[in-house]
């Protein structure tokens, strides 16, 4: 399995402004993906990240508010913009190491409050 | 309906025990099936991958029904350590459906 490191680990935030979450992968990886988990529920995809061009969003998510870049094939970032309380939720990265098919590795998430 | 449908618990169980809990999903042509474990503000780590019918790793045994459009996982001699959440996740057209969550809480 790949080791996937995301900075920052935790952050508070005023509404209005952005963040970045970067992810990192030891490996390279063909396909990485960002989620969110809001308190107490599952995993929502937001969006795949592909290397070499524009990432492939789910439906309720936007580029304009979630873009999200892939310069090289072991490093991602996700920014959430003009933030508001809604977006306080954890953002994970995972990406498919390729050990077995479909099989996803997580990164230890970003814990995002927005005030 | 929901892709992946799971009891959400929780299974209290004493440890030494056996726990067994099942996950439905809706696709009948998804081919790959996962069990991932988190931990409490923790990132879900894979704990099984299940391809064909079924699937075993030391006190863990997972099994498939595709007719019944099913898994199960069951967890033998249960261990203070083994108390989590436990997400079914399902491959929808390449994409990875998860469940809410099965929690276990095993107690001395």
């Known amino acids: 399995s790949a080791v996937i490191s995301q900075k920052p680990s935790r952050d508070i935030c005023q509404r209005g402004t952005s963040l970045t979450i970067q992810c990192q992968v030891d490996s390279q990886v063909t396909m990485m993906f960002w989620y969110r988990q809001q308190p107490g529920q599952s995993l929502t995809l937001i969006a795949t990240a592909n290397q070499g061009s524009e990432a492939t969003y789910e439906s309720g998510f936007v580029i304009d508010k979630f873009p999200i870049s892939r310069p090289n094939l072991t490093f991602s970032t996700l920014t959430v913009s003009n933030m508001s309380p809604e977006d306080s939720s954890i953002y994970l990265c995972s990406a498919e190491t390729g050990t077995g098919l479909y099989e996803q590795y997580f990164g230890p998430g970003t814990r995002l409050t927005v005030t | 309906r929901k892709e992946v449908e799971q009891d959400p618990g929780p299974f209290n169980v004493p440890e030494g025990a056996t726990v067994a809990f099942n996950c439905t999903y809706s696709?009948?042509?998804?081919?790959?099936f996962f069990w991932y474990r988190q931990d409490c503000r923790k990132e879900p780590k894979l704990l099984m991958s299940v391809y064909s019918s079924g699937n075993e790793d030391g006190r863990f045994t997972a099994q498939l029904n595709r007719a019944s459009q099913y898994i199960s996982l069951l967890i033998r001699d249960s261990k203070l350590s083994d108390s989590a959440t436990y997400l079914c996740?399902?491959?929808?057209?390449?994409?990875?459906?998860f469940g809410a969550g099965t929690q276990v809480v095993v107690t001395p």
């Open positions: 696709n009948s042509a998804s081919q790959s």
């Open positions: 996740v399902v491959d929808s057209w390449g994409k990875l459906q």
